[in-house]
């Protein structure tokens, strides 16, 4: 028995003396709020209303019970007023500092279709997940390794010039395929990739092809990594998505398979599972991750600025 809604129809009907008239307050059949209210006089042992006369009336007991039964309404009706007003509630989300303003923008009207708001803080992968311990934020999307990740994101190069080929080889920057005097090309590594996952792989690597130390650089922002490779022919490390928002050729590179993985972290696993569960795709195209939870695959291989 549904002992709320039978109280509920039964203070309708009793304030109306009349079955279809408490029936439209509360919104359901006639023929519902009878059963209910029958169904609610078996549960108690007593009968709650006359119903000898055209016009219904409460019995005795009806009379005791009404006080009652109304504060009981009310306080069912400020609930659900609390738990509206709880679900319009901003969940403040730690994203990562290179999410555009029109991404974000579009992640934020999407959720609002899906009955989530949310309040976004920009911030590196080490203050994301701070910022999670220390509760300055209900969620946040943190780095992780992408086999660890509900959303992964392929990096590649991008740079001023659109390369001849459509990958990219560290070796092809070793110092022994220029001349002495020339600047060797540098590739930036940004911050939010400045994660052992990622930072360390790309090092070896480094290594392994001949570069030197210096050829590979964590910058301190992603604005200075930006201006390198627009003012120096520098390249830098980032996904297409990046590439295309800055107007850079980004490809694949041929010796070197890194991602970026985000996961959802929350002080409370509700939190975590509902942006997971119900962002899931917004988040994806926030990101630029190909698909949730999947590495980009040859299909990804696009080059911004239109060339492929």
Not at 35 to 45: D, N, Q, T, V
Not at 49 to 66: C, I
Not at 187 to 201: A, K, N, S, Y
Not at 266 to 292: K, Y
Request: hydrophobic letters at 40%; charged letters at 30%; aromatic letters at 4%.
């Amino acid at each position: 028995m549904d002992v709320l809604g039978a109280w509920r129809a039964f203070v309708n009907v009793s304030e109306h003396g009349s079955f279809t008239e408490g029936a439209a307050a509360t919104r359901i059949p006639q023929s519902v709020a009878s059963r209910r209210i029958a169904a609610l006089e078996k549960h108690l042992g007593e009968r709650l209303l006359d119903r000898s006369s055209r016009r219904v009336t409460l019995t005795r007991f009806g009379r005791d019970m009404l006080p009652s039964a109304k504060r009981l309404v009310r306080l069912a009706e400020a609930m659900e007023h609390e738990a509206e007003r709880a679900k319009l509630s901003p969940l403040r989300l730690a994203v990562p500092d290179v999410c555009g303003v029109l991404d974000l923008a579009l992640l934020d009207s999407e959720a609002r279709r899906k009955g989530v708001y949310l309040d976004f803080h920009p911030a590196p992968p080490p203050e994301r997940a701070e910022l999670v311990r220390s509760r300055d934020v209900r969620a946040a999307l943190t780095a992780v390794p992408p086999d660890d990740g509900t959303w992964t994101v392929r990096l590649g190069l991008a740079g001023t010039a659109d390369p001849p080929t459509r990958t990219v080889h560290l070796e092809s920057l070793r110092a022994g395929r220029a001349p002495l005097s020339a600047r060797r090309r540098r590739i930036w590594i940004q911050p939010e990739d400045d994660v052992p996952h990622i930072r360390d792989r790309v090092f070896r690597v480094r290594d392994a092809v001949g570069l030197q130390p210096a050829q590979v650089a964590v910058a301190p922002s992603l604005v200075a990594a930006t201006a390198e490779v627009v003012g120096a022919g520098d390249l830098l490390l980032c996904s297409p998505k990046q590439a295309e928002d800055l107007g850079l050729h980004w490809r694949p590179v041929g010796d070197l398979q890194v991602a970026r993985g985000f996961e959802v972290a929350a002080a409370i696993g509700d939190d975590a599972e509902r942006v997971r569960t119900r962002l899931r795709e917004e988040i994806a195209r926030c990101l630029g991750a190909h698909r949730p939870g999947r590495d980009a695959g040859p299909a990804d291989e696009t080059t911004a600025g239109g060339a492929r």
